[in-house]
């Protein structure tokens, strides 16, 4: 079993940045990618960026590629999702999740979550 706990979150203007990190602890780590998800206002929750198990291979949707990077720290077992640029509508709350498999190869097949944390984009 896998427990997600997520920080960061924040109110900043547009075109500010923030850092978001999942700190992940239990066991079978080594054998699970990561993924950040949102959800915004009047959307359904989209997977944003993932990262492979050992952190060799990430994939970011095009819409926040430009902006937004994935990163894992495996020896202190924390992904985090640098955001640059903000714009009103990443205002939302975003979630990691671990798959149940090592890779990034689809947008399912994640058994444990963490609770979210808030970003909220304003000026």
């Known amino acids: 079993q896998v427990q997600l706990m997520e920080s960061g979150g924040g109110l900043v203007q547009p075109g500010g940045s923030l850092t978001l990190a999942c700190a992940a602890s239990?066991?079978?780590?080594?054998?699970?990618?990561i993924a950040w998800y949102r959800q915004t206002p009047g959307k359904e929750r989209e997977g944003v960026s993932c990262?492979?198990?050992?952190?060799?291979?990430?994939y970011t949707i095009d819409v926040v590629k430009d902006r937004f990077s994935i990163s894992r720290n495996t020896a202190k077992n924390t992904v985090y999702l640098q955001m640059n640029n903000l714009k009103q509508e990443d205002t939302g709350v975003y979630y990691c999740?671990?798959?149940?498999?090592?890779?990034?190869?689809?947008?399912?097949?994640?058994?444990?979550w963490g609770q979210g944390t808030q970003v909220t984009v304003s000026s």
């Open positions: 999740a671990a798959r149940i498999s090592p890779w990034c190869s689809g947008w399912f097949d994640y058994d444990s």
């Open positions: 239990g066991s079978g780590l080594d054998d699970r990618a």
């Open positions: 990262i492979s198990n050992t952190g060799e291979t990430s």
